[in-house]
């Protein structure tokens, strides 16, 4: 089986976000990475293609001028299907392959199937879920044939049966499985701020931070006394702290921003034209952050 290591320093970039691309200039931004999803341009499974006709011309586009990263809202390595059977294996491995993204990443919920987004379903942080899920990762990362990179969830309630907190159960999958972190700072923010006893101070001493390939950085809102990763606000004070915190220790491959235009409740915010001032403030800054600690030798540099 082969071993694989985390790709050398790509840039900053953007979420390639549906919801907002009538009125967000994605490709005019001055990124070099545009993350997309890869469930919003995968073909339903009942049918013989494996991108939609509509997306096509789009990604070949875009490749032209972006590294383009696969990032997936359900990870199947955390569901319950043979491995054969789902959207990961059947659709996922070639659009990764289609996109020449340098890795995968997914999110670490309880997902199957070909359109499921089970959000909000925290993986059970215990002992026999290292063993399982990361035997389905390992296995899932070879089929690939490139890093596969697990994102932190935001939740609103622990699994029951938890043995650990968050942190250990991600620190345990990858060493099992020989996969990789993609590390969502504003989802470890949300979580301390609605879970009781999360421990924000030491996240990051509890991690592998060599394992950590990419980091999405967003903004939210509160609503009905809970604080949402709604992606629909500038990137929060203490989520460039942790940012700021974390390039001192490591070196990501990637910094990906995400925003959405209606997030997942009919009462919120939705964003227009008047927020792209923010989000291209929100880009300067986490490049300009990424220019002061990177550690690469001639590396990316921003506005040079």
């Not at 900053?12 to 994605?26: H, K, R, S």
């Not at 035997?135 to 990179?149: F, H, N, S, T, V």
């Not at 996240?203 to 009905?224: E, F, K, M, N, Q």
């Amino acid at each position: 089986m082969a071993d694989f290591v985390k790709p050398a320093p790509v840039g900053v970039g953007i979420q390639y976000n549906p919801e907002i691309l009538d009125w967000f200039p994605f490709e005019d931004i001055k990124v070099d990475i545009l993350e997309v999803l890869l469930d919003n341009i995968m073909a339903p499974m009942d049918g013989p293609q494996i991108i939609k006709p509509s997306a096509q011309a789009m990604i070949e586009r875009l490749g032209e001028k972006f590294t383009l990263l696969g990032h997936s809202n359900y990870g199947c390595d955390f569901g319950f299907s043979p491995l054969e059977e789902t959207a990961a294996v059947q659709r996922h491995i070639p659009l990764a392959r289609m996109l020449n993204s340098p890795w995968v990443a997914n999110h670490c919920f309880y997902g199957d199937q070909s359109w499921l987004d089970i959000w909000s379903s925290p993986i059970q942080f215990s002992h026999a879920e290292i063993a399982r899920c990361g035997d389905r990762a390992r296995e899932l990362q070879q089929l690939y044939g490139m890093p596969l990179a697990h994102e932190n969830a935001a939740y609103y309630l622990a699994c029951p049966g938890a043995e650990m907190r968050e942190a250990e159960f991600l620190a345990g999958l990858v060493q099992r499985s020989g996969t990789f972190l993609h590390l969502d700072l504003h989802n470890i923010y949300t979580n301390h701020l609605n879970l009781k006893n999360f421990d924000l101070k030491d996240y990051l001493d509890t991690l592998p931070l060599d394992r950590v390939i990419a980091v999405h950085l967003a903004g939210g809102s509160w609503h009905g006394g809970l604080y949402h990763d709604w992606h629909d606000a500038c990137v929060p004070e203490p989520v460039w702290e942790l940012y700021e915190e974390l390039l001192s220790r490591s070196q990501p491959s990637a910094v990906i921003l995400e925003y959405q235009g209606q997030a997942h409740h009919a009462e919120t915010r939705v964003m227009d034209s008047s927020d792209e001032s923010m989000i291209v403030k929100d880009v300067e800054r986490a490049q300009a952050i990424w220019n002061h600690y990177n550690k690469t030798p001639g590396g990316r540099q921003y506005g040079s």
